[in-house]
């Protein structure tokens, strides 16, 4: 038996290593959570709870800095209010809940506690849309009421608002916000009552003919029919906790610059106990003194995490800042080419490193709120020297397709022309899969008025 010896490299992850970059994936209340958590089983961390008043203050200076730029007088008057009553929220509210707003429509009428009991029954038994799914036969059952008692309290429910709520299905929705309108045709109705199936198939001339009306009538009832609602609780209330994102990074826009505010006001600061710092250093048990020795080190290791975690997240802002500066000027320009690749070129770092720094991250700045996976586009190579980010291609046929004459809407391989001629050189299968992804349907889908 020969024994040898081999060399080998193995990339190894040190437990420091895994720490920081544990941190580094973690967004704000992630991290929040992750503070309390380690604060609870190490007796040498002090959390410093930071309260709202250093934030409105630092955001007061801010709007005075900014008080030319018209786009943030209303997003930083918006943010010193919000940040008054940081010291009394987590990360949400409680909005108010469908079942309250239905039923306080119903206050000031005697309704016995049987009704009330059907109408919250009701309430808690619409889906996200608004509609109620369940059989009045089956809530009868359940409540031990008369079914014609279900069937009446579900009737002065529809007469609720938002118009079209408590509805069996989409039909009786629109069906139900068609008859408060005070301009609706006896047309309109019977083509919600009998064709819808037609309707989103666009087939103008086969209701014009059995309706025995002109297709302009048709076309004219079915554009207002368009413009009722589907989904009733669209905006309110589902009786839930919201989930609020807070951002991880705010962008403030200047006059002639921009600056970048890391949101570490999500989570408390950390302190050493000097009482436990000294007690380590003159503590004459060799156990205890290393049980202190290690719970120090823990709590320096995280502050030196989250240090170097705001530190790559605002590297990366500054780089998505400077690649993307068209947006934060305007907000409407589509984004330029750009891969997380890219950034880790520019940023000297590993491509894992920018991955984990952007995963379920928030960036605010006057425009909203938006991941920072958001601010990433592929691109697309033209005539082998320059790239269009599929962004800006997606607006390009967005805004064909919107300005397209209804009548005669363009196909795959028109809008192919209409683009070359644009200088955006795409294939009609690369325009067929984006046109898709947008939710836009087909030439025949779009088509509303047929001659």
Known sequence: MENRLELAQKQTLSGKMIQSVMVLQMNMQQLQSHISEVALENPVIDLEEIKAEPEAEKLRKIEWL????????????????????RQFENIGREEESVETMLLEQLDGYEYNETQMQIFSYIAKCLDGRGYCRVPYKEIALNLHCSERMVCNC??????????????????????IQLQRQPKNTELEEKIVQDFLEEVGKSKICAIAKKLQVSQEEVWNAIEHIRELNPNPLSGCGNGERPIYVTPDVTVVKFEDHYEILINDYVYPVIHLNQDYVQMMQNQPDEETRIYLKEKIHQAEELQENIGRRNETMLKLTKCILEVQEQFFKNGKKPLVPFTISEAAARMNVSISTVSRAANEKYLQCCWGTFPFSAFFSKGVMQDGERQISVDAIKEAI?????SEDKRKPYSDQKLEELLKERKILISRRAIAKYREELGIPSTRGRKSYAS
């Open 398 to 402: 967005r805004m064909l397709i919107e």
């Open 66 to 85: 900014s008080e030319l730029d018209e786009q943030n007088r209303y997003y930083y008057r918006y943010e010193r209010e919000d940040a008054n009553q």
């Open 154 to 175: 579900l009737a002065v429910m529809k007469r609720l608002d938002p118009a079209g709520v408590c509805a069996e299905n989409l039909k009786e929705c629109l069906l």
